[in-house]
């Protein structure tokens, strides 16, 4: 490359001007400082991905049909089989009454909680880099979706608007690497951390103590410590239990009871009160 | 000196990732879908020359940082990267070298992973090393689906940039 040829220089110049604004916008971005302007582009687009997610939506349900057929076909043997098997867990499950007991009153509480408003929306996109696991709803600042408002569907917790504009927002799920929730027990009530185990990982709830007896199947829900999530969201069910005597506490590998590939409406919870610390705070501070 | 190619890049790019949001992610191969931005920044990059590249680099790494949670800007900087390293390594081969596509997909995927998880490192977001293990199947995946990428950006080039025929 010769310096003194000036298409050359321009060419280099436009490079390491892009390479500068990218490094300024990621500045900026992660101090908050670009956040209006975000909305402005953002909303114009939500409506493209919302007219785009509709035909998306017929597009794969035309070509799932005949090969749906041919796995419920399949299924229906699955089924069958797993009918004499469901058959004896039913008498199982009679006997742990004290886990029905707390489904039951986890169920009534949400029927009982009429301070958690909810906002119906749509799924009308999913993340664009692999390492997260994102939605993007059709909901904005303007629908009153605020950062860090649960977000949860008809089966369980789905995860926590990360960032809004003014129609749209994204939501960070329960599975992501960066997710940790509060939660407990369904039934003997232990607190623990519950950590996202990212793409290809599964929930961990860290920080049981060995004390207490994790069964499979239990039930994990939200503790509604730390006010950001509500108390007694399902979140999944406990699918591997690692304990060692060697440890204080033991973990339990948490398998999601919301199907995440098939969302297409979700809650957003508005009237989550954040608790306030306040009282806690020392004279001086 | 600014083709009007160019001009072409950002609302392109916005509808590519528009089609990504929604429908490649029905392309879902285990656990990782293809990145539609990223495999036309490669090809685009192998097509044109780097100035151009950079261009459509930029406005696709933006495009995509919308509706990410990465911060705005990052994907930008690593596809501009990228677009650099094949201008940079392209030249140890011959021009008309047929693998160059599949190699170049494969090898920008692995520095991308990379380079995505050290500036998100960087900015203090909670990422952990066996996230990206896990995406590398990516770089399977992006060897193939560029090949049809590929040849549809050649037809787009080809017809943006005819040849030159003498009669």
């Avoid at chain 1, 785009?52 to 799932?64: C, E, G, P, V």
């Avoid at chain 1, 999530?229 to 398998?255: C, E, H, M």
Wanted: with cysteine; glycine share 6%; charged share 15%.
């Amino acid at each position: 490359m010769n310096p003194n040829d000036t298409p050359q220089r321009i060419r280099w110049g436009l490079i390491v001007t892009l390479i500068i604004v990218a490094v300024l916008f990621m500045i900026a971005d992660s101090t908050g400082n670009l956040s209006g302007l975000l909305s402005l582009v953002r909303d114009p687009v939500a409506v493209l991905m919302q007219w785009s997610a509709d035909r998306t939506n017929s597009f794969a349900n035309l070509f799932a049909g005949p090969r749906d057929l041919q796995e419920a076909r399949q299924y229906i043997q699955e089924l069958e089989s797993q009918v004499a098997t469901l058959q004896r867990q039913n008498e199982e499950l009679r006997a742990i009454q004290g886990e029905y007991q707390t489904l039951q009153e986890m169920f009534e509480h949400a029927n009982e909680t009429p301070e958690l408003n909810r906002i119906l929306t749509q799924v009308i996109g999913y993340n664009t880099n692999s390492y997260f696991q994102s939605i993007i709803i059709d909901k904005g600042a303007a629908d009153g979706v605020v950062v860090g408002m649960p977000v949860e569907s008809a089966r369980g917790l789905v995860g926590q608007v990360f960032r809004t504009s003014e129609h749209a927002a994204q939501v960070l799920l329960v599975t992501d690497n960066s997710s940790s929730i509060p939660a407990r027990l369904g039934e003997s009530r232990a607190t623990g951390l519950l950590r996202g185990g990212g793409l290809g990982g599964s929930m961990t709830l860290n920080w049981v103590e060995l004390e207490v007896v994790i069964n499979i199947g239990d039930v994990v829900v939200s503790s509604g410590l730390a006010g950001r999530f509500p108390a007694d969201l399902v979140i999944g069910r406990v699918i591997d239990v690692q304990r060692s005597q060697a440890n204080l506490y033991q973990q339990a590998l948490v398998q999601p009871v919301v199907d995440f590939d098939s969302l297409e409406e979700v809650f957003v919870i508005t009237g989550v009160r954040p608790i306030d610390t306040g009282v806690f705070d020392t004279p001086d501070s | 000196m600014i083709r009007w190619s160019n001009y072409l890049a950002f609302p392109l790019m916005v509808l590519l990732a528009v089609l990504q949001l929604t429908l490649v992610r029905y392309l879902k191969i285990g656990e990782v879908t293809p990145q539609l931005l990223f495999l036309v920044v490669v090809a685009w990059g192998l097509l044109r020359e780097v100035g151009e590249g950079c261009v459509w680099a930029f406005c696709a790494g933006i495009s995509s940082d919308l509706f990410s949670p990465t911060p705005l800007g990052s994907t930008a900087f690593s596809f501009i990267l990228i677009v650099l390293l094949i201008f940079f390594v392209r030249q140890l081969f011959p021009a008309k070298f047929f693998a160059l596509p599949i190699l170049f997909a494969a090898l920008g995927t692995l520095v991308y992973l990379v380079l995505d998880y050290l500036i998100l490192r960087l900015f203090q977001y909670d990422l952990s090393w066996s996230v990206v293990v896990s995406t590398t199947p990516l770089i399977l995946w992006h060897a193939i689906f560029i090949l049809p990428i590929y040849a549809i950006m050649r037809w787009v080039e080809r017809r943006i940039n005819p040849r030159a025929v003498q009669i």
